[in-house]
């Protein structure tokens, strides 16, 4: 239901107008999607992701000493948002610390740290010197915990998209044309501030 020159099925229509309310984040910055939902006439309220001048999100986890290693979570939910594995692992040839790799159930990698429960795997993140990782969820979520983060994205719009915080670094383009360099560069600079 995101395009607006597009008609949803009538059955979803129908669904979302049962509703009394629906609370949207999706739609704060996507004139279009609004525009769209007020034609439809369907009931939704629209909140800013980020609202200006409020605290960046934040999940408390008991206090840890932060650990000398760089986690890299190299997955998102899509593999067009994906920067390649290669380059991952080049940097973590490169990167002159521990790597510790971090993946999903379904996510194919050896030696990868698995946590399902996110609450854990947040404290565990929040162990971490830096963080390493694409346009996901668990991007966002070693940013909430307050950690130093690298994030590579692609074909998402970092400006709405990304992760918020002082120490949070985007490094934004057509992933094939992403070097190694360029995130290293980024990382280094996170362990030198």
């Known amino acids: 239901m ?3 020159d597009t008609q949803p099925p009538s059955a979803l229509l129908d669904r979302l107008r049962g509703f009394d309310s629906i609370v949207s984040w999706y739609g704060s910055n996507r004139d279009e999607f609004r525009s769209q939902v007020r034609r439809l006439e369907l009931p939704f309220e629209f ?3 980020s609202p200006a001048g409020q605290a960046v999100p934040r999940i408390h986890c008991p206090p840890n000493d932060r650990q000398d290693f760089i986690v890299i979570h190299p997955f998102s939910s899509s593999p ?3 920067w390649p594995l290669d380059r991952y692992q080049e940097l973590a040839r490169r ?3 521990p790597v510790k790799w971090c993946a999903g159930p379904e996510e194919q990698l050896e030696n990868a740290v698995r946590i399902a429960n996110l609450y854990d795997l947040a404290c565990w993140l929040a162990t971490a010197q830096i963080y390493l990782g694409n346009d996901s969820g ?6 909430a915990v307050g950690i130093p983060i690298v994030a590579v994205f692609g074909p998402t719009d970092p400006a709405i998209w990304a992760p918020r915080g002082e120490q949070v670094r985007i490094i934004s383009g057509n992933l094939a ?3 190694v360099d360029q995130v290293l560069k980024a990382v280094n600079d996170l362990r030198a501030s």
């Open 138 to 143: 668990i991007t966002h979520l070693a940013a």
């Open 177 to 179: 044309q992403i070097q």
């Open 95 to 97: 990167v002159g610390m």
């Open 47 to 49: 909140f800013p992701a």
């Open 80 to 82: 067009r948002k994906n």
């Open 2 to 4: 995101g395009l607006p």
